[in-house]
């Protein structure tokens, strides 16, 4: 196994710890955490698998092809096998095919696009519990709780939106918040509309009737 897929896989079971930790703990409607605040992180998107690449080589065109992501995070393209793709940029990335390609061809010039963007679990962000389309969704820079909230659909009947809680990692600590999705999407509380992160994820528990 490659070392960005172990990173990837150690930040995927951290994530899923964390999770677990966050559903417990927003089952108890009496726990009060402060709400999130932050910047929005500058960040370059990390290909992941299922992504869909389209890699173009100036001048020869029999070898520019578009390529899926396979799920052990490698692609293959018309000239070489096994290229490892997870846990780069487009642009390390190029670089790569064209070392690879330059046993072949001289003085390859290559361009990676990203298209169809499913990204690593530490750039999506999560959403779990009663969203009306629980989903896994990818950081796009500037998103905002309301973002994430039309991805999913909104709240489901039976959520309780205001008891939602999210759960951030930075720099090595774990921290729990308390997010107002009811406030925001329900009464229009544009206050609520918190500044999201890469690796965030969100757990909207059901009320108690």
């Known amino acids: 196994m490659s070392e960005s897929l172990k990173s990837t896989f150690s930040s995927f079971s951290t994530g899923f710890a964390c ?24 960040f370059d998107y990390i290909i992941g698998a299922g992504d869909s690449l389209e890699i173009f080589v ?39 095919i064209e070392d690879a390609y330059g046993k072949y061809v001289k003085s390859p010039v290559v361009s990676v696009i990203v298209n169809g963007f499913v990204g690593v ?22 998103m905002t709780l309301l973002d994430l909230m039309i991805r999913v659909g909104g709240l489901s009947d039976f959520a309780n939106g205001n008891e939602t809680v999210l759960v951030r990692s930075f720099g ?21 509309n918190t500044p999201l992160m890469p690796g965030d994820i969100i757990i909207i528990p059901e009320a108690w009737f």
């Open 121 to 142: 679990p530490t750039q999506q962000v999560r959403v779990v519990g009663e969203a009306s389309k629980p989903l896994n969704v990818p950081y796009d820079k500037n």
């Open 58 to 96: 100036w001048g020869n065109q029999e070898l520019s092809t578009t390529v899926k992501v396979r799920p052990d995070g490698k692609i293959t393209t018309r000239l070489v096998e096994d290229i490892p793709a997870s846990g780069r940029t487009s642009t390390q990335l190029a670089r790569e």
């Open 172 to 192: 090595g600590k774990q921290t729990i918040y308390n997010l107002r999705v009811e406030d925001l999407i329900r009464d229009g509380d544009i206050s609520a």
């Open 19 to 42: 999770l677990l930790l966050a559903l417990t703990l927003a089952a108890c409607s009496s726990q009060e955490y402060p709400e999130a605040t932050g910047e929005t992180p500058e």
